[in-house]
């Protein structure tokens, strides 16, 4: 398993052993910092081993044995947008309007006002396709008949409205703007749903296992609603029961994905079908890391 491996830490470790640290020492300090129990004895366990081996690993990203996390239940880590009740978004306040611990989740209010809600489908409409997915069998794209929605991705900063949402983001969660893949805006007509599923990517197919290799799992997802649904079309977690109403500028918040690699099957969720009216989202999902496409330029060091 691939983990960010910053300079700083790099060093730190590497000075400790040579000092003469002991192991558990170093792995306990680490998890002062609230580094998980098991990704600490890992990092402190690989980097000893290397230095043992007169190769100290360089910094940025460390392979580490990830069997020690296998049969590990899911470890909920902090919410990344902390636990205020009222987050800067930099040009705005974001209200907290709910919380929930699992999954990790938060509805958030005035993320997008009506002008921008506006400007996003006026953008969308005219470029909406059949949204595909990636038959695990075939691994082509295909048309998604359990899903049936319209949907196009925006390129970072594609506009001067997608940089500031983008930036608003960014304040929002910590997570860099290049971290997250592009915005998808999607509608979904009457009768249109996403039938229960998990956003973080399954590894049983070969372009996932190549993007998570890339850039990381997801880790978490913001879905931003940008109309009022007459009828139906709610956001349903499935194990806790908790559903969301879409509401024009509201934003629902959810992370998956932790230091350890672990993904949570509490995240599982539906797309309710819509029963009047159409609804419209924007949809951005985040990696640990810098977010490098299929056929893209490899990760800058």
Known sequence: MLVNFPADVRNWLIAELTRGTSAQAISAQLQAQNVPAQLADALV????????????????????????????PYQPEPSHLGTAPILDGGDRRVEVLARLE??????????????????LIAFGAPRLEPVRVVDPESGKDVIDALRNSEGVFFHLAQTPLIAR?????????GIPAENGEGI?????????QHTPHFDFLSSAIEDNRQSIERSGQRIATLIMYLN????????????????????????????????LGQTDPASAHAG????????????????PRRFIASGTAAARP
């Open 45 to 72: 366990s690989t980097v000893a081993h290397a230095v043992a081996a007169g190769a100290p690993p360089a910094a940025g990203r460390l392979e580490i044995d990830d069997a020690p996390f296998a049969a590990l």
């Open 228 to 259: 009022n649904v007459d009828s139906g079309g709610e956001t349903l977690f499935i194990e806790s029961g908790f559903s969301v109403l879409p509401r024009k500028g509201n934003a629902l918040y959810f992370q998956y994905g932790n230091r």
């Open 165 to 173: 949402i983008e930036t608003r983001i960014e304040r929002l969660t």
């Open 184 to 192: 998808q805006v999607l509608r979904y007509r009457p009768g249109a």
């Open 272 to 287: 309710r079908p819509v029963v009047a009216g159409e609804k419209w989202i924007a949809t951005k999902w985040l990696h």
């Open 102 to 119: 699992r999954p990790t989740l938060a509805l958030l209010g005035n993320l997008l006002d009506d002008d921008e809600c506006a400007e």
